[in-house]
């Protein structure tokens, strides 16, 4: 999809939609899907609101950024959590007979049965679980985690007041509209007919 097909009238934006705010690894035409269907839900009136829609898409996409790198910043820490821990506890009665290479490390991140059995039996034979390799990965990357959080939580309401302003925009107009029809009708009661005006 070009940012030319995004369906917004009747104004030409295109320009304006052409920048994705896309990093290394995203996809242009999951930006350009978002873009389409907030430009479709919101059904902008004017440019104005075909600003705000930009607006809400970006801000969307940020937040789901953050989620996704989260979720591997988490999942990166775990990994160097579960080595450091059987590291740390391997004493000389404690040598692992298999050795826990990157992939077989891999493989229990990714919930392999073999492979967490086979981490569980270890971290049990050292006292530890895997709450203890989640608490030192968290504790690892907190700060990290929670500027992460905040970034998210910034971006969801700023994108939250664009929507609530769009929401308060058109009441407003909606009550002029209502008003000019209300003194319309009084006048067209009154006797004032279109000739008078």
Known sequence: MQ????HV????????????PLILGESEANYDLL?????????PTDVVEDVWVKDIADLTWDAERGKRLKASLLM????KALDRLIAQTDGPHLQSAEPLTSAYTNAWLQGEPAAVETFNRL?????????SVMALALSECLGDIERIDRMIASAEARRNRILLEIELRREVKARQQRSTEEVTTVSWRAGAGPNQW
């Open 3 to 6: 940012p030319t097909d995004v």
């Open 9 to 20: 009238l009747p104004r030409d934006l295109g320009p304006l939609f052409a920048h994705r």
């Open 35 to 43: 873009l389409s269907k907030a430009t479709k839900a919101v059904a």
């Open 76 to 79: 990166t820490a775990r990994k």
């Open 123 to 131: 971290l049990a034979e050292r006292g530890l679980d895997v709450n």
